[in-house]
């Protein structure tokens, strides 16, 4: 089992949809929670950390539920500059700081 | 402005040839990485370094190698050894001093084997 697992999509979607992304992690230890953007051809950047609080950021929502040990992120009113690879991004404490990206789900805004 | 830059943004190498890939950043991070991703696929960590002088080993570190003579560089060399080294080589830094802390990308370096 991976220790981070994303539905790789691809998510096709009209403008101004909602959309919904999980990621499940498997290390209970896990401490930090992140979303990153990558889009085609570039590097990934950091969208949102996560709260055990939920967080938002503008249309964006971001939920960590320690119990299921998943997070999910929640793209409100879709724009066409929301397509790219959204990865899910854990760190945990083990012999260190250690961090696990997901592989990425695929969103595809459509006009 | 504070960042980190990779060069050279494209790069072609003969079969053979060992190739060096550049890496700075002035964050003043401690740590810095190295991943490779291929086309469609998630990120894999090739080399890592907490502290100048010393690295560790990613998940798929044969056929690479890293030196940490300064904490603002972090060079990686692609040897002949790497079967398939063509891929998107992106470099990555972060702070050690607190658990939020996360990663800043590179704009990476495309390698191409001719």
């Known amino acids: 089992r991976k220790e981070v697992e994303q539905d790789p999509g691809p998510f096709n979607v009209p403008e101004g949809a909602t959309v919904a992304f999980n990621c499940t992690y498997s290390n209970s230890a896990s401490q930090s929670f992140f979303w990153y953007r990558q889009d085609c051809r570039k590097e990934p950047k950091l969208l949102m950390s996560v709260y055990s609080s939920g967080n938002e950021d503008g249309r964006f929502t971001a939920q960590l539920n320690r119990a299921s040990q998943y997070i999910s992120l929640l793209i409100r009113d879709s724009k066409l500059s929301d397509s790219a690879t959204y990865l899910c991004v854990v760190k945990s404490r083990t012999g260190g700081f250690k961090t696990i990206f997901g592989a990425g789900t695929r969103l595809f805004v459509k006009a | ?114």
């Open chain 2, 1 to 114: 402005d504070g960042g980190i830059t990779q060069s050279p943004k494209y790069l072609f190498r003969k079969e053979g040839q060992n190739v060096t890939l550049s890496c700075e950043q002035n964050l003043n991070h401690d740590a810095m990485y190295w991943y490779r991703q291929d086309p469609g696929q998630g990120l894999r960590l090739i080399y890592y370094s907490q502290i100048v002088n010393d690295f560790q080993k990613g998940d798929i570190a044969e056929g690479y190698s890293v030196s940490r003579e300064k904490k603002e560089s972090f060079p990686l060399t692609v040897t002949s050894a790497q079967k398939n080294p063509t891929a998107f080589y992106l470099c990555a830094s972060s702070s050690l001093s607190n658990p939020t802390d996360t990663q800043y990308f590179g704009p990476g370096t495309r390698l191409t084997v001719l």
